[in-house]
């Protein structure tokens, strides 16, 4: 029995495996070894947070750390800023062989939002030269007098 456990059971899936906490007997520990290979995978174009699912690293335990050590948050910019140059480099040469580059600017839209993303689209209404849209309504005091007693127009 797991003395951690609710009710001195252990949960189990269907399969027999452990499940939540207790399967990963607490947060996985954030090595030197496990940053640098969450460093790898940013820099081969990863999002932060799937970089460190591959490497068995919580997400949260990272930005934790980042917001407490100042050198790894530079570290990890790094990391995504060369994804960045690495991937317009792809997108330019691409470009220069006159290949489709959609994919290229889609994940360059989701990846960089800010520097990359369209900006959104507005529609915008007016009237003659440039000014308000005018609209006109009308009403016969007949109409007016039966929306007033609380009746549809024209309801019998």
Known sequence: MNPKSKGGATRRAKD???????????????TEEALALVCAEIEKGMPVETACRL???????LQKRMAEDPELAE???????????DMLL?????AKEGERTGGHEFLL??????QF????????????DGGP????????IEQ??????????GAT
């Not at 570290?75 to 140059?85: G, N, P």
């Not at 007016?144 to 127009?153: D, F, N, Q």
């Open 16 to 30: 027999g495996t452990m499940r939540g906490i207790e399967a990963h007997r607490g947060a996985p520990k954030l």
């Open 55 to 61: 490497v068995d690293v919580w997400p949260s335990a």
């Open 75 to 85: 570290r990890v910019e790094r990391a995504r800023a060369r994804a960045q140059r």
């Open 90 to 94: 792809e997108h330019r040469q691409l």
């Open 109 to 114: 839209s989701r990846l960089w939002p800010k």
């Open 117 to 128: 993303a369209p900006p959104p689209k507005t529609l915008e209404q007016s009237g003659p």
């Open 133 to 140: 849209v005018e609209s006109t309504v009308k009403v016969t």
């Open 144 to 153: 007016a007098r039966e929306g007033a007693r609380g009746k549809e127009p």
